[in-house]
């Protein structure tokens, strides 16, 4: 008896034991094919490991939860969640899960509920915070907008065209063919992007097949498009984009790069044709810095150099695939900002060309834009249909193409243009800055009524911050002298050398050396205000396309931009000589807030201290400041800067939901602050100071 409780007793634990090291190959086996993006593997590996675990174990949950996010399956992730965060030992990541999870299925608050919670935590240091509190603010804004309606319906393609990989855009060819990329795994097993060709059969499609190996190589290729006759195929393999001859299909590879130089390699994409003489891309020195670009045709057949797109569609954040309507006016693009749904969302703009600029971008509401990516926005010829490339719940898995009906015909797809008004726009000449122009100043004559006089920005060095010209200086003292009602305005702008707080806070010591110079030589403090804006508005570009720094551009932008203001009227005549750049050298950020700032303007306080202040949200929003009274030792930092009440007091009530504590809305006219005792004089003109008056 003793011996058959003894055998039975090993054979218990040789049947555990080996029962534990089945387990835990199966566990090795689902945490490997997470790690390599096999989503449906790791899927299957795992439940098979909960149905045969007596006990399972709370990590089995979390790889499971991990599985079914990439396969867009949000609400069987947050299932899996709930029963892993349960444990008390679970990851701090899995907060961040649950919070991506919520934000993808719309629950916009238990989205916000799970960031905050994440940023509370020791493992949110080990991560970007700087993207946790952008999707934080996107999971906000979304929030505030669910409700705005919707002018399409979105559907994605079902298998064999989409699958639980990284799909690219649907190109329509010749006959009943279609053309795409995806990341699905070829008939070796290896996964990596290749192009395909399917066939449209009545109602069904054929199964995908892989073009030759003129086209696929064991790099990335992604499909561009087609030339208007078919005969050409534009692709991207890995960073450089590529055209060869299609309509001999096979035979060697004649491929050879689309008017692209090697300085454009840092990272090149999402190229968009719109003719054959004339098309769009994206480049920046990393693919969280991207901006769009165009290159036209010369009459010579050469290509022109590239030239950035001017603000407000080029912005701090990331700009990405392009699309230009028929009309030639009409822009979509996807945009990474705060202000948006989460991650890239679909943005409009037109060019006025009566105005020579482009319209405020708009982003297009949910379901165009959505809670995950939304790249490649396409519209169809007849302007009811389009698609878009999205990861979203309700996907198969990864990026899928999705189909878009609109309830109305998109009339920017109908008309044709004759001419593109924003290439005649960009034409510039490039000169040096003018440091003598303030020359003029010398011959300032107070009791004359016809004065006049010319400002142009000061330049200072980047080793020591020393003027250019001190002559400048000099003559703009004597001015405040004659005329001792002006008050001045002293806006600071650095290159970019710097993170974005750090920049605030150097530019303004830059313009308080310059305010402290004036004081000392007895200006009034009470007449000298002073904004920092660190690299927000460069007049020219900092870098170059391989992202290298751009010496020339950056000394443009180490300036400083003086604006007068009169308490009392004077005869003076007041005009501002800004240097004429180049397209290549040109940043439109610096003439789009010149004119952005004019008038009644609303910015948000956030945080006063006599210290550098250092948060994400200052990289994470447009139109940062900060700004300070000569002599005062504080620095108060702001935020926006909105054309009305509503719109500043809606941000700062985002900005409240986000963590901010203590904010306050300042009013200002072309720049300068609004005080209260000035309200009564400014209502009849400003009638939107009525609701900023009780504040």
């Not at 098309?279 to 020195?285: D, L, M, R, T, Y």
């Not at 004759?418 to 960009?426: E, K, P, R, T």
């Not at 403090?525 to 460069?538: E, V, W």
């Amino acid at each position: 008896m003793n011996i058959t409780r003894l055998f039975l007793l090993t054979f218990s634990v040789l049947f555990v034991s080996l029962s534990l090291r089945g387990q835990k190959k199966q566990w090795q086996a689902s945490e490997l094919a997470l790690s390599q993006g096999d989503y449906q593997l790791a899927k299957t590996k795992v439940q098979e490991l909960l149905q045969s675990a007596k006990k399972p174990k709370p990590n089995y949950y979390y790889t499971l939860a991990q599985a079914h996010f990439g396969l867009n399956e949000f609400d069987s992730c947050l299932q899996s969640l709930q029963i892993y965060l349960q444990d008390k030992n679970h990851k701090d990541q899995a907060l961040f899960l649950a919070a991506r999870a919520f934000h993808y299925e719309s629950n916009y608050q238990q989205a916000m509920h799970y960031y905050k919670l994440f940023l509370k935590t020791k493992g949110s240091q080990k991560t970007n915070r700087k993207k946790v509190k952008r999707l934080l603010l996107q999971a906000v804004f979304a929030e505030r907008n669910a409700a705005v309606s919707s002018p399409a319906i979105a559907s994605p393609y079902q298998s064999p065209i989409n699958t639980r990989y990284d799909e690219g855009p649907l190109f329509k060819g010749n006959k009943a063919y279609y053309y795409f990329s995806s990341d699905r795994p070829d008939s070796s097993g290896q996964k990596n992007g290749q192009i395909y060709q399917i066939e449209r059969k009545e109602r069904s499609w054929s199964q995908p097949q892989p073009l030759s190996e003129r086209y696929n190589s064991p790099e990335e290729e992604c499909l561009l498009g087609f030339s208007s006759d078919y005969d050409q195929l534009f692709f991207q393999r890995d960073s450089q984009g590529l055209v060869d001859n299609f309509s001999d299909g096979y035979g060697q590879s004649l491929a050879v790069p689309i008017a692209l130089d090697s300085q454009y390699h840092s990272w090149t994409g999402d190229h968009y044709f719109f003719s054959d003489s004339l098309f769009f891309f994206v480049a920046g020195p990393h693919a969280q810095d991207l901006d769009i670009y165009y290159r036209k045709r010369n009459a010579d057949g050469s290509w022109s150099a590239a030239i950035a797109l001017a603000g407000p569609i080029n912005t701090r954040a990331a700009e990405r695939t392009p699309f230009l309507a028929a009309d030639g006016k009409t822009l979509f693009f996807s945009r990474l900002s705060a202000e948006g749904l989460g991650d890239y969302d679909v943005y409009e703009s037109v060019y006025e060309a009566e105005k020579g600029q482009w319209t405020s971008p708009r982003l297009l509401p949910a379901p165009i834009s959505s809670p995950g990516d939304d790249l490649f926005f396409r519209l169809s010829a007849n302007g009811l249909a389009g698609q878009l490339l999205s990861r979203r719940a309700g996907g198969i898995g990864g990026l899928d193409i999705y189909q878009l009906y609109f309830r109305q015909e998109r009339k920017a797809q109908l008309a044709v243009s004759a001419s593109l008004g924003f290439l005649q726009g960009a034409a510039q000449k490039l000169a040096p800055p003018k440091p003598s122009d303030l020359a003029i100043l010398s011959a300032l004559d107070s009791s004359s009524a016809e004065t006049k006089i010319m400002l142009s920005p000061l330049y200072y060095t980047a080793e020591t911050g020393q003027w250019q010209d001190q002559r400048q200086i000099d003559r703009l003292l004597r001015l405040l002298q004659d005329y001792p009602d002006l008050k001045l305005l002293i806006e600071a702008h650095a290159d970019a050398q710097y993170e974005t707080s750090r920049g605030l806070f150097l530019s303004l010591q830059q313009g308080q050396q310059l305010a402290k110079n004036l004081i000392t030589k007895g200006v009034s403090s009470q007449r000298i205000y002073l904004r920092g804006c660190g690299m927000a508005y460069p007049q020219a570009q900092n870098f170059s396309f391989d992202g290298s720094p751009n010496l020339a551009g950056q000394q443009f932008n180490r300036r400083i931009e003086l604006r007068l203001f009169q308490s009392k009227q004077t005869a003076l005549g007041l005009s501002y000589n800004w240097p004429e750049l180049s397209t290549i050298l040109l940043a439109a950020e610096a003439k789009n807030f010149r004119t952005e700032s004019q008038g009644l303007r609303y910015r948000i306080a956030v945080h006063s201290s006599s210290q550098l202040f250092n948060d994400p949200v200052l990289s994470q929003l447009a139109n940062v400041a900060a700004e300070k009274q000569a002599e005062a030792p504080e620095i108060t930092y702001y935020l926006g800067l909105e054309r009305n009440f509503k719109a500043a007091n809606a941000l700062k009530e985002t900005l409240e939901e986000s963590g901010f504590e203590n904010l306050y809305i300042q009013a200002y006219i072309d720049g300068w602050p609004i005080e209260k005792e000035q309200l009564p004089a400014l209502l009849q003109h400003y009638p939107d100071l009525n609701n900023y008056k009780g504040l």
